[in-house]
């Protein structure tokens, strides 16, 4: 499949070799490149360099959330992306999770759910999958620490990469390890209280329904 991945930075989720890239980083770029990669320094809200109905599939990995103007993101990637098509993101969710860690990590936005579905939608993009990270605990303790985490960044940033290196990566691993990803069909669907998902897009072709199916 002709690939793409946009604002790849140097974690690339796509196989580089073979694989187009986007970012603003002239340097995660060339490195990428030395591997084989076919990258280009540009930013993903810009008319992307490529001919209509490109890609058989595009990535966006925690990038949509870091734009003034995701729309404009989305408009480019439909216009690259083949009838038939992937287009697959993750974003974190739900505004009332934003802490000092999301302006830290310079977002700009958390998703709510109505809002990614018509945003893709109008790009005439059908939700095919969702996936939403089941919580490790429930228990207080793990909420509030997480909370405290948050608040850190900002106020005290050497304390917090001492604890991401040795307390948040560990509780990262462990919830990876031993949770389970739960599926859904539709970002409707998905938990209220979600953070954070994964959703698998499809091009549709013109003049085809979009598929309202329910949740598993």
């Not at 604002?7 to 603003?24: A, C, E, I, R, S």
């Not at 969710?93 to 990590?105: G, H, I, K, R, T």
Request: one cysteine or more; glycine letters at 8%; charged letters at 20%.
């Amino acid at each position: 499949a002709k690939r793409l991945e946009i604002g790849v930075g140097m974690f690339p989720k796509f196989t580089v070799k073979d694989t187009y890239f986007l970012d603003t980083s002239e340097h995660a770029i060339n490195e990428l490149n030395k591997r084989g990669g076919k990258g280009v320094v540009m930013g993903a809200e810009e008319s992307l360099p490529f001919q209509k109905h490109s890609f058989d599939l595009v990535g966006a990995f925690e990038v949509l959330e870091h734009l003034e103007k995701p729309e404009a993101a989305v408009r480019e990637v439909a216009k690259t992306v083949k009838p038939g098509g992937l287009f697959i993101l993750s974003v974190p969710m739900n505004p009332v999770y934003w802490s000092s860690w999301d302006v830290f990590a310079g977002h700009v936005q958390r998703f709510e759910p109505a809002q990614l579905h018509a945003l893709l939608e109008k790009e005439g993009f059908e939700v095919m999958h969702c996936y939403v990270s089941w919580k490790l605990a429930q228990k207080r303790v793990f909420s509030w620490f997480m909370r405290l985490a948050g608040s850190l960044p900002l106020h005290f940033p050497n304390l917090f990469f001492f604890l991401y290196g040795y307390a948040l990566s560990p509780y990262t691993w462990l919830g990876r390890k031993f949770s389970r990803s739960r599926h859904y069909h539709s970002l409707l669907s998905i938990p209220w209280d979600s953070t954070a998902a994964l959703v698998v897009c499809r091009k549709l072709r013109l003049g085809a329904p979009i598929d309202k199916g329910n949740d598993m």
